[in-house]
C-alpha cells in the first residue's frame, strides 16, 4: 500500500449532482448510483489516475491482474448512506479488495490521509509479508480485514515480480564484475528501479526489497565509482525511498 494524493473532484460530480445521486440511494440502496451514467466514466477515470491505475490497498494493476475495477466506499455506504458519491469517501479497488473489506467499520488505512509506513512493515522473515505496527492496531486491522497478506492472491504475486527483479539485478550485478562498467548494465539497473516506482505493481513492497538487496548496493558502488550515478537515477531511488516499508 502506498500513499496516495487525491486530485480534484470530476466536474460531472456537481453538488446538485450529489445531492440527486444521493437521494436516489436513499430511497432504493439496489442502485449502484456511484455508476450512473451521469458519472461513472469521469469518476473512474479521475479515482484511477489517483490510484495510479491500481487497487488502492493491495496494489495490483487494474483491468490486468484484477479485470472487474471497483468503487469502494471508504466510510461503509451501509452505515453512511449520505456519502455514497462523496469524492472524498471514494477509491478504486479490486474486487476481492473490495470483497474482503464489506462493510467493516474497523480502523483502517485511509490512503489518502494515513501515511502506510506509519503503519505497516515488512517481515525480516518474509519480505512479502506485512505487519501491523502501531500501537492502535490500524495496521493490523487494515492487514487482516482486507487480507493484505493472503498468500494465493497478493504474497505470491508480490514474490513473483520482486524474485523477477532480484535475478536481473544479480545478472547486472556479474556481468559488471567480469565486464568492467559499461552503460548498457547502468540503462539494465535503471529499467529494474523503474519497475518499483509507484505506477507498478505491488511498488511498496518491490521498493522497499530493492533498497536493501545486496546485489542493488554493489551495483551502485560500481556506478558511482565511474561517476554515473545520474540526476535521473537519484530521483528513482528517492522515489522509492518516498514509498518504501521499513522492516521488523
Not at 473489506?101 to 509479508?129: G, H, T, V, W
Not at 487482516?144 to 493472503?150: E, P, R, V
Not at 536481473?168 to 565486464?179: A, F
Request: hydrophobic fraction near 35%.
Amino acid at each position: 500500500m502506498i500513499k496516495l494524493n487525491r486530485g480534484e473532484r470530476p466536474e460531472a460530480l456537481t453538488d446538485d449532482v450529489c445531492e440527486e445521486l444521493t437521494k436516489l440511494y436513499l430511497q432504493n440502496k439496489n442502485k449502484d448510483v456511484w455508476n450512473s451514467p451521469k458519472i461513472k466514466k469521469p469518476l473512474k477515470d479521475a479515482l484511477l489516475e489517483m490510484s495510479h491505475f491500481k487497487c488502492s490497498y493491495c496494489e495490483c494493476i487494474l483491468n490486468i491482474e484484477a479485470k472487474d475495477v471497483t468503487i469502494d466506499h471508504f466510510l461503509p455506504k451501509a452505515f453512511y448512506a449520505d456519502r455514497v458519491v462523496e469524492w472524498e469517501n471514494l477509491f478504486p479497488a479490486c474486487l476481492r479488495c473490495n470483497r474482503k473489506k464489506n462493510d467493516s467499520e474497523k480502523r483502517l488505512i485511509n490512503p489518502c490521509k494515513d501515511e502506510p509506513r506509519d503503519f505497516l512493515a515488512l517481515s525480516r522473515q518474509n519480505p512479502f509479508r506485512f505487519m501491523g505496527t502501531d500501537v492502535d492496531g490500524t495496521g493490523r486491522n487494515t492487514i487482516g480485514t482486507i487480507g493484505l497478506n493472503d498468500i494465493s492472491r497478493v504474497m505470491v504475486a508480490r514474490m513473483e515480480q520482486w524474485e523477477e527483479i532480484h535475478d536481473k539485478l544479480g545478472e547486472i550485478y556479474e556481468d559488471l564484475r567480469e565486464d568492467g562498467y559499461k552503460e548498457k548494465y547502468r540503462r539494465r539497473l535503471i529499467k529494474m528501479m523503474e519497475k518499483c516506482t509507484v505506477g507498478n505493481a505491488y511498488s511498496a513492497v518491490k521498493a522497499s526489497n530493492m533498497l536493501v538487496d545486496h546485489f542493488y548496493t554493489g551495483i551502485k558502488d560500481m556506478v558511482v565509482m565511474n561517476e554515473r550515478w545520474t540526476d535521473y537515477i537519484v530521483e528513482l531511488e528517492e522515489d522509492m525511498k518516498k514509498i518504501s516499508m521499513p522492516f521488523v
